[in-house]
Every structure is written in structure tokens, then in C-alpha cells.
């Protein structure tokens, strides 16, 4: 497992439908040391702080294959490094291998895997493709959101160096998204997602719901 690219980008305001919004997601892969910090990498920002960034969702990561993914389904060969809108573009470290609360160390920096994105409109702009959104999570290639447990610096070609997890139970990003859609999920099920300590409160409430929905 490794960093193959770090892809970071400043907000900025595009226009869309005659409206102006403004946006994050149009990444860029940069050369040399990246410095990490709490809540972003050195040169990147988010624009809508209520749905994007702060520490739950600090960094995003996104695999490479997950890329290669696209570029055939979407016949798309422009797609690359970035084009996710991910920090960290990575070999490895697919849906059905990372869990929520798995941590690992980049580099100097210390992260811990908090949850899988649940793209918004930003995506489908970013990519010009209305219907990605929707294809994008039901596929489950959703890639996952970092939490930064220690500052540092980290580069392009860095290993990804597995560390202990603190977890008891172990819930796959691919296991969460299928829970997270599903019409069918046991109590247990539920609960073992539920009792994740790294997952953040916002993912909690959304399983919350479902279990009160069982009456």
C-alpha cells in the first residue's frame, strides 16, 4: 500500500445552471512534501463547512483502482489523480479492506479511517455527469474520510503502514455503505455499527434512525 498522488485545491466559485456555487472538489495532484494538519493538507480548503471538512473529514481518500473503475465504465480516459475530488489517490486500501476506526501512518502523519463519502452534486459537476451521484454510492466505491490523529508531513510514493485499531467491532466501508441503504438491517447489525467509537456523530444519527424505526 502506498501514495501514489496528493491532490489538494483552494475553493472557487463556478457556475452552474446560471447559479454560482462554490467548490473544493476540483483537485490537483502536487510534487514534494505535503504538510498535514488537523483539519486539511497544506494548500487545500472546502467551501461548505456545514457537509464538508473539519476533523471527521479532514482528508479523503480514494483508491486507484476505484479510478480505473470509472475510466472504463464511464469511458472516460481523462480521469486521474484527483478527479474524485481525494486528497489521497492510493494503492490499495479498497472498500471491502478498510473498516472504520483502522488507522495507519503516512509518512510523519497518523490518520484513522471515520466513515465513506455520500457524495453530494459536487461530484456530478466535477465530473459533468448528472447521474454519477447516484451510480457512485450504489456501487459502493466511495472511498473514505480521514480523520488526522497526528500532524506531519507526507509525500507522493510514502508507504501506508497499518496500525493497531482500537475498534471491538470491525465494520467495512463497503459493509457500512451496504447498511447504509439497506431496508433490511438487523438490531445487531445496527448496533455494531452503532458502537463505533470513530464513527462520527452525524453517521451515528443516521443508524439511529433506522434502529427507532424497527419501534
Not at 470491525?170 to 438487523?186: D, F, M, P, W
Request: aromatic content about 8%.
Amino acid at each position: 500500500m502506498k501514495v501514489i498522488s496528493i491532490n489538494v485545491a483552494m475553493p472557487r466559485v463556478v457556475s452552474v445552471h446560471g447559479k454560482q456555487v462554490e467548490t473544493g472538489i476540483f483537485k490537483a495532484p502536487v510534487s514534494g512534501p505535503v504538510v498535514v494538519r488537523e483539519l486539511n493538507l497544506e494548500g487545500d480548503g472546502q467551501a461548505d463547512l456545514s457537509v464538508h471538512g473539519g476533523p471527521d473529514k479532514a482528508v479523503y481518500l480514494y483508491s486507484w483502482d476505484n479510478i480505473l473503475h470509472w475510466k472504463k465504465a464511464l469511458h472516460r480516459e481523462d480521469l486521474g489523480p484527483g478527479s474524485f475530488g481525494e486528497n489521497l489517490t492510493v494503492e490499495g486500501l479498497g472498500e471491502d479492506e478498510v473498516a472504520i476506526g483502522d488507522e495507519f501512518a503516512i509518512g510523519t502523519a497518523r490518520f484513522m479511517v471515520t466513515q465513506p463519502r455520500l457524495p453530494c452534486f459536487k461530484l456530478a459537476l466535477a465530473l459533468e455527469t448528472p447521474s454519477i451521484t447516484k451510480t457512485f454510492l450504489e456501487s459502493g466505491r466511495t472511498g473514505c474520510y480521514l480523520r488526522v490523529l497526528q500532524e506531519g508531513v507526507m509525500q507522493a510514493g510514502d508507504p501506508i503502514y497499518p496500525l493497531p485499531s482500537r475498534e471491538s467491532a470491525r465494520v467495512t466501508i463497503a459493509e457500512y455503505v451496504e447498511l447504509y441503504g439497506s431496508k433490511s438491517a438487523t438490531r445487531d447489525q445496527i448496533r455494531r455499527v452503532l458502537s463505533l467509537a470513530a464513527l462520527p456523530k452525524g453517521g451515528k444519527n443516521e443508524f439511529i434512525r433506522k434502529l427507532a424505526g424497527w419501534g
